[in-house]
């Protein structure tokens, strides 16, 4: 028999992953300002139609168990290389504040009645900077989240946004200021990307250690 490694990577991925699952549900943006760099997950509570699956999966739970978008926050000058002290600057907090303000201007703009900040709830849990992109990577490949890969987390950058095509997120949820709006086609094919993604939840990775990894984490939910 093989002996038990905590410090394998599949080890580690899985504790981190189930330590953000076990952090206390706060609203969207969290009430009170904190410092730190880290993962979160945002989970998605309302009624709009694109979304009613995944909210039925939840078992009661009223949207707060499989999340809609799973993303991190990196200290500052992360890229300069690896620090021990954690960062003193409220890196995630500031993350969570952006896609906050995201979806307000989707909700002011009117052009999508279904969608309001409200129904939005997140986890968050802070990190050292070796750990972060780890987390990140097993929590996406577990749970498949609907957003990751939709363009909901991009930024803005200068005028071309503004005449190139719309993301599937800003197609799906006009009114985010200096974005495009999407075509009925684009809107569509928002809505089967995830309906996609809640199909795969169903679904155990075809490599078996990343198989293990989810059974292992899904026993928390």
């Known amino acids: ?15 981190l992953a189930v330590e953000l699952l076990e952090q206390p549900l706060h609203s969207l943006p969290p009430s009170d300002r904190f410092t730190g760099a880290g993962v979160y997950a945002l989970y998605y509570t309302g ?9 039925a999966l ?28 954690p960062t003193a600057q409220a890196r995630l907090w500031t993350r969570l504040g952006h896609h906050a303000d995201s979806i307000r ?8 009645t279904d969608f309001r900040l409200e129904d939005f709830r997140c986890r968050f849990l802070v990190l050292q900077d070796a750990y972060i992109t780890l987390a990140e990577s097993v929590l996406i490949a577990t749970f498949r989240p609907a ?23 800003d197609s ?15 809107q569509t094919l928002a809505r089967a990307q995830i309906g996609d ?19 292992r984490i899904k026993r928390f939910l």
């Open 147 to 169: 957003w990751n890969g939709m363009g909901f987390g991009s930024k803005v950058v200068g005028g071309e946004r503004m005449s190139g095509r719309p993301s599937l997120w």
């Open 58 to 85: 939840d078992d009661g739970a009223g949207g707060t168990k499989y999340p809609v978008y799973i993303g991190s926050a990196v200290r500052e000058n992360a890229k300069q290389g690896f620090n021990p002290r």
């Open 1 to 15: 028999m093989t002996p038990f490694d905590p410090l394998a990577v599949e080890n580690v991925g899985v504790t």
């Open 47 to 55: 009624n709009h139609s694109a979304y009613a699956d995944l909210v």
């Open 105 to 112: 201007e989707v909700e002011a703009a009117g052009l999508d």
């Open 197 to 215: 993604s809640i199909q795969r939840l169903g679904q155990e990775p075809a490599d078996e250690r990343a198989a293990r990894m989810m059974e």
């Open 172 to 186: 799906l949820h006009p009114g985010r200021g200096g974005r495009p709006v999407g075509t009925p086609e684009r």
